[in-house]
């Protein structure tokens, strides 16, 4: 079983829609939680990070569900430059071990 | 403005020819990373320097080595290239424990 698990997608989202997307982990002792943002052929950018009371940034929501290990994103009001692959990133130790899915794919068509 | 800067962003290199990624960081962070990522797969992580603690990850290969000559800089070595080693390799740096900061990636091709 992967560390980090996602649904690849893509998820087609009609520019103005809303969609939502899960990761699930599997190490109970994960420290912190994030979403990146990658656009093809680019380096991943912290979209933001995941709080235990769940978090809002603009268009964007993330949830955090410790006991059946999994968080989520929403993105509402989809903008055509929402188009990109989401990683869900999981810090596993204090240094800075992350821990990151392969992504979901997300094509915001007009 | 550039933070982390990687070079070459574009690399072809020969199966079996020795290679050097370079990576450096204007931001004065204690820890640097090296990353490989395949199409449509998610970053792995190689190693690490927290200052110059190398700290390699148990199922990184012996033919990739590291070295970090001092805060600003760090190299990825790939001794012998094989076509399983094409992909991007990303650079990222952070002050322990926070938001890591990802340089542009190079793109290894191996032919």
């Known amino acids: 079983r992967k560390e980090v698990e996602q649904d690849p997608g893509p998820f087609n989202v009609p520019e103005g829609a809303t969609v939502a997307f899960n990761c699930t982990y599997s190490?109970?002792?994960?420290?912190?939680f994030f979403w990146y943002r990658q656009d093809c052929r680019k380096e991943p950018k912290l979209l933001m990070s995941?709080?235990?009371s769940g978090n809002e940034d603009g268009r964007f929501t993330a949830q955090l569900n410790r006991a059946s290990q999994y968080i989520s994103l929403l993105i509402r009001d989809s903008k055509l430059s929402d188009s990109a692959t989401y990683l869900c990133?999981?810090?596993?130790?204090?240094?800075?071990?992350?821990?990151f899915g392969a992504g979901t794919q997300v094509v915001v068509t007009p | 403005d550039a933070m982390v800067i990687q070079n070459p962003r574009y690399q072809v290199t020969q199966f079996g020819k020795p290679v050097t990624l370079s990576c450096s960081q204007t931001l004065n962070h204690n820890v640097m990373y090296w990353y490989q990522q395949k199409s449509s797969q998610a970053p792995k992580l190689l190693f690490h320097y927290y200052d110059k603690d190398f700290n390699n990850e148990a199922d990184t290969p012996d033919n990739f080595q590291s070295r970090r000559p001092n805060t600003s800089f760090c190299f990825l070595d790939i001794r012998s290239p094989g076509l399983g080693d094409a992909a991007m390799y990303l650079c990222a740096t952070a002050r322990m424990g926070d938001e890591q900061f990802f340089g542009p990636g190079t793109r290894l091709t191996v032919l």
């Open positions: 990133v999981v810090n596993k130790a204090s240094w800075g071990k992350l821990q």
């Open positions: 190490n109970s002792a994960s420290q912190s």
């Open positions: 995941v709080y235990s």
